[in-house]
């Protein structure tokens, strides 16, 4: 089975609101310090906040820490749906 389409687990890790850890992370796709957008394999996932920064990055093993003042976390399911329609029509 191709590595791609199996999904790793995700876990999300908040400490005090200053200390996020993320699994199951593929790529980040833009980041400042008011906004980390990163692709996973639960869709996209939109970090907000002040001050952010990307303390460790780790795409082999789909691990991203973020360090600064984190505001919210959002799930977008629409690239989710779209990952799947590429990937039936890929193979």
């Not at 400490?15 to 996209?44: H, M, P």
């Not at 082999?60 to 690239?79: F, P, T």
């Amino acid at each position: 089975m191709n590595g791609e389409l199996t999904a790793r687990k995700h876990l999300l890790q908040l400490e005090n609101r200053e200390s996020l850890t993320v699994t199951g992370i593929k790529d980040v796709d833009a980041f400042n310090d008011e906004e980390i957008t990163a692709a996973g394999d639960c869709g996209d996932i939109v970090i907000k906040g002040e001050s952010l920064r990307i303390e460790e990055l780790n795409l082999e093993s789909g691990l991203l820490k973020v360090k600064g003042k984190i505001r919210a976390i959002v799930y977008n399911d629409k690239l989710i749906k779209k990952g799947m329609l590429k990937r039936m029509f890929s193979q």
